[in-house]
């Protein structure tokens, strides 16, 4: 008998229809003997109404009130599971994240869990009651509500299982596992059984989105095994997301192919080589709130050198204005923008304990006239910025050649 929570996600919860066979699954695990706890989102594009709802009346929303307002679609989702459950038999209660005392800082509309009070569901799963509690909400110190963030009930599954120190936290969403890279781009792609968090977290930030991101940081940092499965289809394990310990010695050495299509670079042409120029080009743009990625700088030659970044394609506009005036300030030749980039990446933990991975990544892009305008590797992952033109093919042929294609028998 095992202690697991459960998250379903907001299509999983999107109509009647669909909450009662969410009730269905819920029981046949009743029925095994787990206790459980089961976190709810909202139905699909209902946070979303809110949020329109709000700003039809407040142009930009007083944030304490938007979390009273946002927080009202998960009480609907976790009484309408309760009830459902109840119509088959099973005692099961309700709790919004106030209720529970999911007690979080006052930022709202992002706030961060502070401490879970987990007296009352324990109580009720000694009880054998099933405790159905609203995702992406809590309660600051004061009382007033707070919401987690868009996505936020990932966050939530993953700390009432830390909190309750459960045996998983299965996350059950519309796919029915992480995949070896995007299956509309490599009809082969794999689901993987197995994947460890630094890995997730790469594949993740890089396009994958199948978890919120702050879930799997905070269920690396508290050790709680995650597991994300279909809540559409009955059979399969779905991914566990884990610690390298629990990944069997034959896992591939690469995990996957990620890459992110919305990318744009910027080279600062002839910049003096002195101190600081890195700091004077890049620090207005930090200022200014916008993330940059790869960064290179070349050998200077004639006392000045070349300095390129990405950034996202979204602030191409800000950040060429910033750049101008920056590039005045410390004589630059030029500046010259691409927005057209994207990067590939390759992820994977055998990378600590083999030789050659990149070599073979800029071989297999080489034979294919993939001209590779940047470099950045960690541990982990080496990634290049293409041009996006070259995406699909890039992600293709890497997928390939690192033997990640399904074996068909
Ligand atoms: N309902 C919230 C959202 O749509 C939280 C979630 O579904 O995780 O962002
Ligand atoms: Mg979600």
Redesign the pocket.
């Known amino acids: 008998m095992a202690l697991i929570v459960q998250k379903y996600?907001?299509t999983s919860v999107g109509n009647p229809e669909r909450i009662k066979n969410v009730a269905k699954r819920v029981a046949k695990w009743h029925a095994q003997g787990h206790k459980l706890v089961i976190v709810l989102?909202?139905m699909?594009g209902?946070?979303?109404r809110l949020i329109a709802l709000a700003k039809e009346v407040q142009s930009t929303p007083d944030p304490r009130e938007l979390d009273v307002v946002?927080s009202t679609?998960?009480q609907v989702t976790i009484g309408l599971l309760s009830m459902a459950l109840m119509e088959l038999g099973i005692s099961a209660r309700s709790y919004t994240g106030p209720q529970v005392r999911i007690l979080t800082d006052s930022s709202f509309t992002k706030a961060r869990i502070l401490k879970i009070d987990e007296d009352r569901m324990r109580r009720d799963l000694d009880e054998g009651c099933v405790v159905v509690v609203a995702?992406?909400q809590g309660v600051d110190d004061a009382g007033n509500i707070t919401?987690?963030?868009?996505?936020?009930?990932?966050?939530?599954g993953v700390a009432l299982a830390a909190a309750l120190r459960a045996d998983e936290c299965q996350i059950y969403t519309d796919v029915d596992g992480v995949y070896t890279t995007d299956p509309r781009i490599v009809p082969e792609a794999r689901k993987l059984d197995r994947i460890t968090f630094e890995e997730m977290l790469e594949m993740a930030s890089l396009g994958s989105k199948v978890l919120?991101i702050r879930s799997v940081e905070f269920a690396g940092k508290y050790k709680v095994k995650l597991r994300v499965l279909s809540s559409f289809k009955d059979e399969g394990e779905g991914t566990l997301i884990t610690f390298e310990d629990d990944i069997k010695m034959e896992q591939p050495i690469i995990s996957g192919i990620a890459f992110n299509r919305d990318e744009a670079k910027f080279t600062v042409v002839g910049v003096p080589d002195r101190p600081g120029i890195a700091y004077q080009i890049l620090g207005p743009i930090a200022e200014a709130n916008i993330d940059v990625d790869m960064i290179i700088q070349n050998v200077a030659s004639d006392g000045t050198t070349d300095f390129s970044f990405t950034i996202p394609r979204g602030e191409y506009d800000r950040s060429k204005a910033i750049l101008e005036s920056v590039c005045q300030h410390v004589g630059a030749r030029e500046i010259r923008g691409d927005r057209t980039m994207a990067k590939v990446s390759v992820v994977g933990v055998g990378m600590r304990s083999h030789v050659g991975i990149a070599s073979r990544m800029f071989r297999t892009l080489a034979e294919e006239g993939i001209n590779i305008q940047m470099i950045s590797t960690s541990e982990i992952k080496i990634s290049v910025a293409i041009e996006e033109k070259y995406l699909e093919l890039a992600v293709r042929v890497l997928h390939k050649a690192f033997d990640l294609d399904e074996v068909v028998a």
């Open positions: 996600g907001g989102s909202a699909s209902e946070t979303n946002v679609g998960e995702g992406f919401t987690l963030g868009r996505g936020g009930s990932d966050t939530t919120q």
